[in-house]
């Protein structure tokens, strides 16, 4: 199974004034370059059988952009990417062994569960926003897996320029 793991988009900074934190929604700029990076995502990689997202506002637009660049792919919200994004892994074995699942999620907590997947449990692979990261992982979700490629966003826009 592949698991592509994405970061959500550029949102309005923490701390805004009259923004709570979980609140924070994607800023149009956020919005504007991640709709080219999800275009790039689009052109490498097959529509995912799935993909979870943190109910998050700043992850559900992300993820929801990323959909419409596929098409035909609905994000679900799963509150465990907000914070415990491993704990997901064990419910992916449902899906068939050649499966492309997609999960839209928040750093530090993206990259915590990529360095878990690829071994590197004390080196982080920090993810920019709207960065994204393909591993290939065992079908039962054991959680064990191998990188196949970790993408920051500049290099998806261009892939989406094309």
């Known amino acids: 199974m592949r698991l592509l793991i994405v970061r959500h988009a550029i949102a309005v900074p ?56 596929w098409g035909d792919v609905t994000p679900v919200e799963d509150p465990r990417l907000e914070g415990h994004p491993e704990d997901v892994l064990p419910d992916l074995a449902v899906h068939p062994a050649d499966a492309l699942v997609a999960i839209v999620g928040h750093e530090p907590d993206v990259s915590r569960l990529l360095a878990r997947l690829v071994g590197g449990a004390g080196a982080r692979l920090a993810f920019k926003k709207g960065g994204a990261a393909l591993v290939e992982i065992d079908a039962t979700g054991a959680g064990e897996g191998r990188l196949i490629w970790f993408l920051p966003p500049r290099l998806l826009r261009r892939l989406g320029d094309d």
């Open 14 to 69: 923490s701390g805004t004034p009259d923004i709570d934190d979980r609140a924070r929604p994607l800023t149009p700029r956020g919005r504007k370059r991640f709709k080219k990076a999800a275009r790039g995502l689009a052109q490498i990689l097959p529509r995912p059988d799935a993909m979870l997202t943190s109910p998050l506002p700043r992850a559900l637009e992300t993820a929801e952009i990323a959909a419409a660049a």
